[in-house]
C-alpha cells in the first residue's frame, strides 16, 4: 500500500493494464519460438549422432571435437554447447523477449508485473547477463569454424559441388553472421562508447565501422529470430539425411 496526501493508493494487480489491445499475444510466439528451439536443441545435443554427412557437418555440433570418444563419452556437441548458448542467452535482445514471455517480469510495456523486490541483474544468477561481450568473442570464433563448414559443403569426394545441404548452410552461416555483427555489444565496442570520433584514433574508420553496424542493429530482432531458425532447420536437415530419412538432392 502506498500514501499519496490523505488517500491510500492500491498498488496495481499482476496483468493490470489500461492497455486495450491483446497485449498477451506478443509472447505467444516468443514461447513457441523460444521454448521449442530450446526443447529441440537439447535433445539433439544428448542424442550424440546423425550430425554428419559427406561434406554437410551440423551447425549445433561444429566444431567437431572427438568425434570417436577416445576421452569424451557423451555427445560432442555438449563439448562447445556453452558458447553459442550463452551468446544468445545473454543477448539483449532475448533477454528481453525470455523476461517476457517466460517469467513475465514485465509482461509487456504498460502492463504490471509481479509485486516482488526488484533486484534487476545484480543478483545470481542474473549478474552473470553482464558478460555477454565475452561471450561475443566465442560466438565470432564459431562464426570461423561454420564459416569452414560451408566452405566444407561444396567439396565432394574432392570435386566442386553443390547440394541442397550447402545452401541450406550457406543461409545459415549468412544469418549467423548478420546476427553476430547486429550485436549491441560489437556496436558498443566499434566507438558506442565514443563521444567525439574525430577526437579518437583511427576515428574516421571507426565511424564507419560504427554506422554500418548501427544499421545492421536496428534489425537486430529480425537477425535474432531468423538465424535461430536457419540454425536448427540446418540441423534438421542434415539429421535428416544422415538418418536416410530424405535424400540429399545434388544441384550440380
Known sequence: MAESG????????????????????????????LGGF??????????????????????????????????????????ILGGPLGFRATCYYYRKAYYRAFFQDPPACAVSEWKRTYKGETRFPFVLQNI????????????????????????????????????????????????TLS?????????GKLDCFSCATFGKPRYKVWHWLSILNERHMWFAWMSLISVGLADFYIRLVASGAIQDARIF
Not at 488517500?7 to 510466439?29: C, M, N, Y
Open 183 to 191: 550485436c549491441h555489444s560489437l556496436r558498443h565496442l566499434a566507438g
Open 132 to 179: 555477454h561481450r565475452y561471450f561475443l568473442y566465442f560466438a565470432i570464433i564459431f562464426l570461423f569454424f561454420l564459416w569452414k563448414d560451408v566452405f566444407q559443403a561444396f567439396n565432394f569426394d574432392g570435386k566442386f559441388g553443390m547440394g541442397v545441404g550447402t545452401l541450406v548452410l550457406l543461409v545459415n552461416i549468412i544469418l549467423l553472421t548478420t546476427y
Open 38 to 79: 530450446g526443447l529441440y536443441a537439447t535433445l539433439r545435443a544428448f542424442e550424440g549422432r546423425f550430425y554428419e554427412w559427406g561434406p554437410y557437418l551440423s551447425p549445433f555440433y561444429s566444431p567437431l571435437i572427438d568425434e570417436h570418444h577416445r576421452w569424451w563419452k557423451l555427445s560432442p556437441a555438449l563439448l
Open 6 to 33: 490523505a488517500r491510500t493508493v492500491k498498488a496495481p494487480e499482476f496483468g493490470q493494464t489500461l492497455r486495450g489491445d491483446s497485449w498477451w499475444a506478443e509472447t505467444i510466439p516468443v514461447v513457441l519460438l
